[in-house]
Every structure is written in C-alpha cells, then in structure tokens.
C-alpha cells in the first residue's frame, strides 16, 4: 500500500522473478523515472524536490541539475550507485536538512574522470560533484579498487559544506579519503569519523586529495596505507587547507606519511590546523604532521608521538623544502635511522622560522636533534627553539640539531634546553658542522645538557638561559617572550601564547599602471585583515630589466611589460600589478627663420637632437644672402650638415648689401671652394675668444694669388672659445663667392 506503482515501482510475473522491481532498473522495464514524476516540488532552489525515502532518493540520477531537500532519516536497504559520472556530473544542490542517509554501502563505481582516452572510475556517494552538498550526515561503507574513493563524494568539483561522515569506512586504491577522493572544489565545515585504508598513493582522514579549498574541517580518523602520501587529514595537498584538524592515528608501511598531511606540494597552503594523532612508519619522510613539505605551511601544531623505522623523521616534518612557520611540534620521536629531528628530521634548503619542539628526541644513528636532524642547501633556521631531550647511537648528536651539511646554511637566534646523550661526537647546540658555518646568537643550556662545548653554540647555565640579558638583539616584545609561568621559564615564542590573527588577503594598487622610461611610481599594498598580525609582505618584479621595484617602489627602465607582484610572508597570499612601459616619445622643437625681409620660410618641427633640414635659399631684393645664424649678431654660423636642435630656436639670415660686390653677375665671381687656408694654428684654453687670422690664397694659372681680407673674403668664427674643436670660415665678398671651413684645436687648460 502506498508504494507508487507505475510511478516508482511495477510487478509483473514474468520480470523479477515476480517480485516487484524499479521502473527506472531497463532491461525491457519501463524508462526510468524522472524527479518530476514521483516527488513533491519543482526541483528549483526556492522549491527543491522533497525526499522522503530511498526509492525517492533514487531520482536524483534523473535530475542531476536540479535542487533537492531531504525530509527525513533515511536507512538504506540496498547497496547505493554513485549519481554523477564524468560526462554528466551532479551538478544541482542536495541540502540534507540536518538529516542522516545511514546504511550506505558503495561497492560499485562510475566514470568521474578521464585523461586522454584514459578512464577512471570512482566510488562513492556522488560519483562527481560539481554541484552543492550540505547540511548532511552520511554512514556508511565505501569499498572500491578504483582510482577515486569517498562516502561523500569521489570526486569533488563543486562545494561540499556542513557534511559529517560519520562512524563509516572507505577502503580504496589512489585518492582514498573518508569524505572525498579528490577535490578541486571547496569543502567547508566538514567532519569525518571512522578509518580508512589505501593501497596505492594518496590516503587521507578526510580527503585522499586535496587541490581546492578546504576550511574549516575534521578528521577522527584511522589512517592505514601500504603506499605512499598518507595523511591523517590527506594524502596530499596541492591547494590550501585552513583552520583544520586531525586526531586520529596515521600508519603505514611506505615514505612520505604526516600526521596531518603526507606531503603538502609546492606552492600549496597549509594554515592554522592541528595534528593530535600517533604516527607510526616503516619508511622514510615521517612527521607529526608532515611526511614532506615544499609548500608554506604556518601558524600549525602536532601533538602525537612519532615513531619510525628510517631515516628522515621529524616530530613536525620529515622533510622540508619549502616554508614553515609559527608551528609548534610536542610528541616525542623515535627513529632507527639518520636524521631525526624534534621539529623536522630534514632540512634541505627550506626556510624555518618562528618555530618550537617540546617533546623528546631518540635515534639508534646518528644526524639526531632536539630540532633539526640534519640541513643542508641554503636551508635557514631562525628564531627557534628545542626543549626536548635528545639520545643519539653515532656521530652527529646534537640538542638543537644533528648537523649542518652546507656552508650555505644559515641558522640564528635560536636555543635548545635539553639533555644530550651519545657515545660518539656530540654538541651542547650542534652535533657537527660539516659546512662550517658561523651560527648567529644560539645558546644551549650547558646545565642540562651536561656539555661545555663552543664553537657551535654558546653554552650557559641555566639560570642565564632564563634570562632576557642572555639573548641580545632578539627582539623580546616583538618576537619572543620570557616569563617564569611559560615554557618552564625558558623564552617562548609571542604567538604560543597571544592571540594571534592570521592574514586572509593582500591587495595592491593600482594593479594597471603605464610608465615611460626613468618613471617611478609608489605601488600601496595593503593585507587583509588590517590588525593581521604579520604584515610583513615581499617584492618581486617578473623582468628587472623592464621595471625594477624596491620597497613598492617601482621604476621603469625600458620599454616592455613586467608583472610586480606583492607576497605576504604569513599565508603566502599575492596580488599584482600589470606595467607597461611605453616607447619615449622624442621631444619636438619649433625652428623659426627670421629671413630680415626676404620672402617667409615655414617653420620647421625636428625632433630633439636631430637636424634641420636646409631651407631653400631665400631671395631679398638689393642684397646678397651670406648664410644662416643661430643668433641676432652673426657670430654662430649654422651648419645644417652636422648642428643638431635642443631647444626651440630661430635662425637668422644675414645679408650684404649688392654694392659692396662687383659688377659681375653671381655666376662670374670665383667660388672660394678651392682656395687654401694657411696660419690657423691650435691653442690652449685661456677663457678669450681665439680670433686667427689665416693666410687665403687661390691658384690661378698655377700662380698662387693672396687673397685681401674686407675686399675678397671675410671671417666668420664658431666654437671659438671653450676647449673643443672650433672653426673659421673663409666667406667670398666681392668678386668671390662661396666658402670654405678651416678647423682648429682649443686643448685643455694644463
């Protein structure tokens, strides 16, 4: 009764074996019914279809772009195939309306994925999400042997938020994780609780794979894996994780495995999160919170125990090669292998700052620390600290950190508190310094250690070790703390104990700016939230050559396009500016010709240092033209062959009156081009005008005739008063014509 048949269900005595079967099942059946056909609503977000049992549950296949609310508790009775696949992904909204769908037994896969002609099935709730998923709790089982494995979703492009896993279990291959495979999109709220257990790569308490977004989350649970990147929160992050916990236990048989993550990636984010489960490993690359870290992770904690059988093993990372700060590890670490470290068993050219171990420190080898196992690189530690004790069984003890590999290592202001014990080489501080570096302010309380060594770290007792004079220059108030109630006396790090309020954001502007050559401009940056409790941003400039940038200073050096962008130190978040830089524009000059009554010439517009194109010669009645001058009284002749412009200028015709030359018409006066000019010697700089008076001859009939100064020719001087190379021009009068240059040689004043 009440069951739906012909709109749900059917019976027929020759399909099901009689029984009643699913209208939606094929196979000869009826076509599958729709969402439209069977439940209440219109399937819109303002009035989603109401769920209200399994058999309604199985409409959602039919309306994958549609909206959905579940009414009620549901307890499933079959086992459930995953809705969405790669070609028709769900891509409405579920709201789970506080409810439970319990009983969930996955053990059949879809398509969520293709690469090439390459498919990939996954398991779970949803097969592909690229819609919305909340306010929904799920139990349940999710076995599979594909390559995407999650009760929640395989495989996640869409939102999942305010979802609780909970009491359930997922074993799969790759990309296993209690609530998702593998997510690109954002998860938000979320928890999950129970165990998990992967075959191949990538296990997480709550995501095998993170790439997207996830805020806000939990993970109780069980974490077991025979192949590498388990994570007790995910196998591996190449996104950004924030404000996120995992308590449960993490173990396997393989490298890279993390309380929290098993390897965060390059450029991915791990923020303000917490790590409390044990860590056991037969491999190498084990922390209490990361196996390996190339990435930024901050402002995090691990509490649980590590404990490993290799090499490479640290109380926070196993391996570091990117950034880690303000974190905090307090287990104790056990370590068959080298490099084992209270804080990080590895450190290969990764940069630690702002961070602190508490617990104990034990290797059967040596490269053992109470902080770092052993760094190489252009590793840098600074503003650290050790309190735990350290044992170690071989060379390389040492209670702050094993050995430092490189002479490119920097490690500063840092400290260590515990007790060391080794049979073979140890240190107070440092238990070798094979790059033999110089290491700025750290200190080891010889007390405790029981060591007097120096050379690699200051030793103190420990009264001096609890004393703000011990540590000069570094910056108590600011960065570290001293007070007898915290850290058993010992400096402490300000963000262990204050509040502290993470970045969200940076912007910039403008984030468009032109430039032309030589132009600077002042970029403001300005991080989100205002009373962000580092604010400490970087400078970079994706082509010094085209625009340089200092302090946000940016400067333009040639024409081009460069990106500057601003980075946070804290969180690693980024804005830019686009800057184009434009060709300079030549500056333009007027020239005017003051032609003393003759007919007018147009002005002429040239470029800056270019050079003036002659003019024709202009023509005034009753005079002859002798040339151009760049001033009123004639004393600088222009020569349009080599004289450039700079600024706006006239240039003056000069003229002498026709009677002062011969009768002969201009073309039967002698050209003086062909005259010889003699006596015009160089000089020193003396401040006056040099005036020579050379010698002109012409040759006439192979006899050589002087020419008469005033009568055939007259002299016009240029350059003729600082050192450099000045001239003098012959100009023809008379019954000559034309002119000829002779240059000469101003030197320096001795």
């Known amino acids: 009764a009440g069951w739906g048949f012909g709109s749900a269900w059917g019976l027929e005595s020759g399909k099901n074996n009689g029984y009643p079967y699913l209208l939606w099942e094929g196979g000869g059946m009826s076509e599958p019914v729709t969402p439209s056909e069977t439940l209440s609503g219109e399937g819109t977000k303002e009035s989603p279809y109401l769920i209200q049992s399994e058999a309604d549950l199985l409409a959602v296949s039919r309306g994958l772009d549609k909206a959905y609310r579940l009414e009620r508790d549901i307890a499933l009775s079959d086992a459930w195939k995953p809705v969405g696949t790669y070609a028709a992904a769900f891509s409405g909204t579920f709201d789970g309306n506080g409810h439970t769908i319990s009983g969930i037994v996955v053990n059949s896969s879809v398509e969520v994925h293709q690469s090439g002609s390459t498919s990939y099935k996954g398991y779970g709730f949803f097969g592909r999400n690229n819609g919305t998923v909340k306010n929904l709790t799920l139990k349940g089982t999710v076995t599979g042997t594909g390559d995407y494995s999650g009760l929640a979703a395989a495989y996640n492009t869409g939102t999942i938020e305010d979802v609780k896993v909970q009491d359930a279990t997922a074993a799969g291959k790759s990309n296993t994780g209690l609530l998702a495979g593998y997510s690109t999109g954002t998860i938000s709220g979320c928890s ?15 995501a095998g794979r993170n790439v997207g977004k996830i805020t806000g989350c939990t993970a109780d649970v069980t974490v077991s894996s025979s192949n590498d990147y388990p994570g007790g929160f995910a196998g591996a992050n190449s996104g950004s994780i924030e404000e996120s916990s995992s308590t449960g236990s993490v173990s396997g048989s393989s490298p890279y495995l993390g309380g929290f993550v098993g390897i965060n990636a390059e450029r991915a984010t ?16 084990t922390g209490g919170f990361a196996g390996s870290n190339s990435g930024t992770i901050e402002g995090s904690r691990a509490s649980g125990d590590v404990e490993q059988s290799a090499s490479s093993s640290g109380g926070f990372c196993g391996e570091n090669s990117g950034v880690l700060a303000r974190c905090l590890s307090e287990g104790s670490v056990h370590g068959t292998g080298s490099n084992i470290g209270g804080f990080a068993g590895y450190n290969t050219g990764g940069t630690i700052r702002y961070c602190g171990s508490r617990g104990a420190v034990t290797s059967s080898a040596g490269d053992v620390g109470g902080f770092a196992g052993y760094a190489d690189g252009r590793s840098t530690i600074t503003n650290c600290y050790a309190n735990g004790d350290v044992t170690g069984s071989a060379d390389g003890v040492g209670g702050f950190i094993g050995d430092i590999g490189n002479s490119l290592c920097v490690v500063s202001f840092c400290y260590s508190s515990g007790a060391v014990s080794c049979g073979y080489a140890k240190g107070g501080f440092a238990g070798g310094n094979s790059g033999k570096i110089s290491l700025i302010s750290c200190y080891y309380d010889r007390t405790a250690s029981g060591l007097s060594d120096t050379g690699n770290g200051e030793p103190k007792t420990t009264a001096q070790m609890k004393q703000k004079e011990t540590y000069a220059g570094w910056g108590f108030g600011s960065a570290w703390g001293l007070e007898s109630g ?30 032309k050559p030589g132009e600077s401009r002042q970029l403001s940056a300005e991080v989100t939230p205002e009373n962000a409790s580092d604010q400490t941003i970087t400078w970079s400039s994706s082509n010094d050559a085209v625009v340089s940038v200092e302090a946000g200073v940016v400067t333009a050096v040639k024409a081009g396009t460069a990106k500057i962008t601003v980075t946070t130190v804290s969180g690693g978040y980024t804005a830019e500016c686009d800057i184009t830089v434009e060709e300079e524009q030549a500056k333009l000059y007027t020239v005017k010709f003051e032609t003393g009554g003759a007919n007018q010439i147009n002005d002429a517009v040239v470029a800056e240092g270019e050079k003036i194109p002659e003019p024709a010669v202009p023509v005034r009645e009753g005079y002859v033209f002798e040339g151009w001058y760049s001033d009123a009284a004639y004393t600088k002749a222009w020569d349009f062959a080599k004289d450039t412009v700079m600024s706006d200028m006239t240039l ?15 073309n039967q006066r002698t050209d003086l081009k062909d005259c010889m000019i ?9 401040g006056k005008a040099y005036v020579p008076a050379p010698k002109v001859t012409f040759t006439v009939a192979g006899k ?16 003729n008063v600082n050192a450099g190379t000045g001239s003098v021009t012959v100009v023809g009068i008379g019954n000559y014509r034309g002119r000829k240059t002779q240059n000469f040689t101003i030197s320096k004043k001795a």
């Open 704 to 719: 050589a005739k002087k020419l008469v100064y005033g009568t055939d020719y007259r002299l016009v001087y240029s350059n």
């Open 678 to 686: 003699a006596s015009v010697k160089s000089k020193a700089y003396d």
């Open 486 to 515: 915290k850290n058993n006396g010992y400096p402490y790090l300000l963000w262990e104990y204050e509040e502290w309020i993470s970045v969200k954001g940076v912007s910039l502007t403008p984030s468009v700016l032109t430039l």
């Open 192 to 206: 999950a609780s129970g165990a998990v257990t992967g075959s191949d790569q990538y296990t997480g308490g709550l």
């Open 270 to 285: 791990v923020s303000e999160c917490r790590a409390g489960g044990s860590v056991r490993n037969k491999y190498s690359y």
């Open 652 to 666: 003056y015709a000069r003229w002498m009156e026709e009677d002062k030359y011969s009768v002969y018409e201009e």
